[in-house]
């Protein structure tokens, strides 16, 4: 009789070592296509050199996406999509080389800001692009299935996980079976695995196979999710009151206090974020109802009602930014991502208006709309459609042109040092003005100031010396008649500018002549600083008195000393001179005394 079962064991098992095989091989494969890229990368052309990195980024993806989306019921994995993706991140790699500044002339930080920008968006473009792979062999009727696509981008993030945990721990024990031997004298293995080559070919090996672990342990990957979404759900309700109560709160603070902190836009995105992530957290695939008291159900409805006047006030705090400074590449993505965060504000509180079952179930068409519109802004940005650089260079040139911005606040250090290639050519074009023209001669010196600066810092410097500051401010308690002329060279730069510092006189080292103690309540940490005159009669800072304090005790310094609740004390341990150095005593704890104690 014909043993079925002994038969499908077979398959499985010849099945399980196919796809173990075609991990290992696809890992392989990343290793020597970044391996090869590194080694033999000509830097001499420029065609081959955005290429061949290009080209590796390509073949990597491509595997990565096979690997993502094959399994025993889809062995074949899904290729058209590989290649597409895989190509589509060639054309973007290409065009991120190729933007790049030269910063071996001077540095150019768009260089870093659009490395950072494009690993976080190309990974984000990534994951959001898999569930729709994955999802793709699995649609009804040529629709994709929500479902599908909720289970494949939460579970995604845990199967990467599992891949990132094997290859931190495999790497661990390479380094402990180095160091074991290498304990001994035995320096063969870190010949071997300490190298490039080594490293290249076998940690993507080792990530594949992660993947390929955590893919078929479907089981305990949906009981990782399911903790997570208990989280959610435990955690939305606090989220909603914070919400809540935060929105109710700006009636009687006003909005002014919003505008003045200069990072209002993006506390309010992570604020729109937290919430969209917890409610889907919550909401699930919308099969199963949402286990709430009807209170919190409410209590989370009046949050996501709250979300477009957020989205709204971050887009105002945006547009002030870009009316009073013009565009830059940092305000060009805050505002695509004001305008995702606006696109699910809106959508969230529509679904709460729509009152349709299940709960909250207009937000299924919404994320699946919105993760598309996030792909195609992923992708415009980090092309030549959107180019920030560019577009951001063209509007100070208008402004400059057009009078909204005047020479004197014009930042040419920014064109030079922050806008990249596009900037550097808008400097080129404002170098090569007619001699002759108005606007030439009021930019005339600054263009030659901004060409012997050497980094933007040295620019602003060199700005700010120029200027005429204002001279700082003081305020002296006790003694009115000590003379305070020379005290605005010794202190630090642009202190005591806000607001009045306080000043007091007092005689420390018995010479009967005061010294000044400068405490500045501006700064949340700061220290009492002692100042005191030279042989030529300059003040001079002469070091700190105490630890830093935050602002709170620093004022509550300022009314002891009003009262006159002080006085001087001598030091516990005298100075040791031994030769002719003299050794002062520094203690190990704290610098502070508490009368009649000797605790430090």
Same mark, same amino acid.
């Given at each position: 009789?014909?043993?079925?079962?002994?038969?499908?064991?077979?398959?499985?098992?010849?099945?399980?070592?196919?796809?173990?095989?075609?991990?290992?091989?696809? !890992?392989?494969?990343?290793?020597?296509?970044?391996?090869?890229?590194?080694?033999?990368?000509?830097?001499?052309?420029?065609?081959?050199?955005?290429?061949?990195?290009?080209?590796?980024?390509?073949? =990597?993806?491509?595997?990565?996406?096979?690997?993502?989306?094959?399994?025993?019921?889809?062995?074949?994995?899904?290729?058209?999509?590989?290649?597409?993706?895989?190509?589509?991140?060639?054309?973007?790699?290409?065009?991120?080389?190729?933007?790049?500044?030269?910063?071996?002339?001077?540095?150019?930080?768009?260089?870093?800001?659009?490395?950072?920008?494009?690993?976080?968006?190309?990974?984000?473009?990534?994951?959001?692009?898999?569930?729709?792979?994955?999802?793709?062999?699995?649609?009804?009727?040529?629709?994709?299935?929500?479902?599908?696509?909720?289970?494949?981008?939460?579970?995604?993030?845990?199967?990467?996980?599992?891949?990132?945990?094997?290859?931190?721990?495999?790497?661990?024990?390479?380094?402990?079976?180095?160091?074991?031997?290498?304990?001994?004298?035995?320096?063969?293995?870190?010949?071997?695995?300490?190298?490039?080559?080594?490293?290249?070919?076998?940690?993507?090996? =080792?990530?594949?196979?992660?993947?390929?672990?955590?893919?078929?342990?479907?089981?305990?990957?949906?009981?990782?999710?399911?903790?997570?979404?208990?989280?959610?759900?435990?955690?939305?309700?606090?989220?909603?009151?914070?919400?809540?109560?935060?929105?109710?709160?700006?009636?009687?603070?006003?909005?002014?206090?919003?505008?003045?902190?200069?990072?209002?836009?993006?506390?309010?995105?992570?604020?729109?974020?937290?919430?969209?992530?917890?409610?889907?957290?919550?909401?699930?695939?919308?099969?199963?109802? =949402?286990?709430?008291?009807?209170?919190?159900?409410?209590?989370?409805?009046?949050?996501?009602?709250?979300?477009?006047?957020?989205?709204?006030?971050?887009?105002?705090?945006?547009?002030?930014?870009?009316?009073? #400074?013009?565009?830059?590449?940092?305000?060009?993505?805050?505002?695509?991502?004001?305008?995702?965060? !606006?696109?699910?504000?809106?959508?969230?509180?529509?679904?709460?208006?729509?009152?349709?079952?299940?709960?909250? !179930?207009?937000?299924?068409?919404?994320?699946?709309?919105?993760?598309?519109?996030?792909?195609?802004?992923?992708?415009?940005?980090?092309?030549?459609?959107?180019?920030?650089?560019?577009?951001?260079?063209?509007?100070?040139?208008?402004?400059?042109?057009?009078?909204?911005?005047?020479?004197?606040?014009?930042?040419?250090?920014?064109?030079?040092?922050?806008?990249?290639?596009?900037?550097?050519?808008?400097?080129?074009?404002?170098?090569?003005?007619?001699?002759?023209?108005?606007?030439?001669?009021?930019?005339?010196?600054?263009?030659?100031?901004?060409?012997?600066?050497?980094?933007?810092?040295?620019?602003?410097?060199?700005?700010?010396?120029?200027?005429?500051?204002?001279?700082?401010?003081?305020?002296?308690?006790?003694?009115? #008649?000590?003379?305070?002329?020379?005290?605005?060279?010794?202190?630090?730069?642009?202190?005591?500018?806000?607001?009045?510092?306080?000043?007091?006189?007092?005689?420390?080292?018995?010479?009967?002549?005061?010294?000044?103690?400068?405490?500045?309540?501006?700064?949340?940490?700061?220290?009492?600083?002692?100042?005191?005159?030279?042989?030529?009669?300059?003040?001079?800072?002469?070091?700190?008195?105490?630890?830093?304090?935050?602002?709170?005790?620093?004022?509550?310094?300022?009314?002891?000393?009003?009262?006159?609740?002080?006085?001087?004390?001598?030091?516990?341990?005298?100075?040791?001179?031994?030769?002719?150095?003299?050794?002062?005593?520094?203690?190990?704890?704290?610098? *502070?005394?508490?009368?009649?104690?000797? *605790?430090?």
């Amino acid at each position: 009789m014909y043993d079925t079962t002994t038969d499908q064991h077979a398959r499985s098992n010849v099945t399980v070592f196919i796809l173990s095989g075609f991990f290992i091989l696809s !890992g392989f494969i990343q290793g020597l296509a970044c391996l090869l890229a590194i080694e033999y990368w000509p830097r001499s052309n420029q065609l081959q050199t955005a290429l061949i990195p290009a080209a590796m980024i390509g073949i =990597v993806i491509f595997c990565f996406i096979l690997q993502m989306s094959v399994s025993e019921q889809k062995r074949h994995g899904n290729l058209l999509a590989a290649l597409g993706i895989g190509g589509l991140f060639v054309l973007l790699a290409l065009w991120y080389i190729v933007q790049l500044p030269d910063t071996t002339i001077h540095p150019n930080s768009w260089k870093g800001v659009v490395t950072v920008s494009s690993i976080l968006g190309g990974t984000l473009l990534l994951y959001f692009m898999l569930p729709f792979v994955q999802s793709w062999p699995e649609r009804e009727h040529g629709r994709l299935r929500y479902p599908d696509l909720f289970r494949h981008s939460w579970d995604n993030f845990f199967v990467l996980l599992v891949a990132g945990l094997l290859t931190c721990a495999y790497w661990l024990l390479i380094v402990l079976w180095v160091m074991l031997f290498n304990m001994v004298g035995i320096r063969l293995f870190r010949d071997i695995f300490f190298n490039a080559t080594f490293a290249w070919l076998s940690l993507p090996v =080792v990530f594949a196979l992660g993947i390929h672990i955590g893919l078929t342990h479907d089981r305990i990957i949906t009981a990782l999710r399911r903790i997570v979404l208990s989280l959610c759900g435990w955690l939305m309700p606090l989220l909603a009151l914070i919400t809540l109560l935060f929105g109710a709160s700006l009636p009687f603070t006003g909005l002014t206090p919003i505008w003045n902190t200069g990072y209002s836009t993006p506390i309010l995105l992570c604020l729109i974020g937290a919430n969209i992530v917890l409610l889907n957290g919550i909401f699930q695939d919308g099969a199963n109802p =949402v286990r709430y008291p009807a209170p919190l159900l409410r209590l989370i409805e009046m949050a996501m009602l709250l979300m477009p006047v957020f989205a709204l006030l971050g887009a105002y705090s945006t547009w002030l930014r870009i009316e009073q #400074h013009g565009l830059s590449p940092k305000r060009i993505y805050l505002v695509i991502l004001v305008v995702i965060a !606006g696109s699910y504000s809106f959508s969230y509180a529509f679904a709460v208006f729509r009152r349709n079952k299940p709960w909250m !179930g207009a937000i299924r068409p919404a994320n699946t709309a919105i993760a598309l519109l996030v792909c195609l802004s992923i992708i415009l940005v980090h092309s030549p459609l959107i180019n920030p650089p560019a577009i951001s260079a063209r509007n100070q040139l208008h402004r400059l042109f057009s009078g909204r911005t005047t020479p004197e606040k014009f930042d040419f250090g920014a064109l030079k040092f922050q806008f990249g290639i596009p900037g550097e050519k808008a400097l080129q074009k404002l170098s090569t003005l007619p001699q002759d023209t108005p606007i030439f001669k009021k930019i005339a010196d600054q263009l030659a100031a901004v060409n012997r600066a050497d980094s933007y810092y040295s620019w602003k410097e060199n700005q700010r010396k120029n200027q005429h500051s204002a001279p700082p401010k003081f305020t002296l308690l006790g003694d009115e #008649h000590i003379s305070l002329q020379g005290l605005a060279g010794a202190i630090e730069e642009d202190q005591c500018q806000a607001q009045p510092c306080v000043l007091y006189p007092v005689d420390l080292d018995q010479d009967n002549q005061k010294e000044l103690i400068l405490i500045d309540t501006t700064y949340f940490l700061h220290q009492m600083v002692l100042f005191a005159r030279d042989n030529n009669g300059n003040w001079q800072k002469q070091g700190v008195l105490g630890n830093a304090t935050d602002s709170k005790t620093q004022k509550a310094l300022v009314q002891q000393l009003k009262t006159g609740s002080v006085r001087p004390v001598p030091a516990q341990y005298q100075s040791l001179q031994i030769g002719t150095t003299v050794y002062h005593f520094v203690p190990d704890r704290l610098t *502070e005394t508490v009368t009649g104690s000797r *605790e430090k």
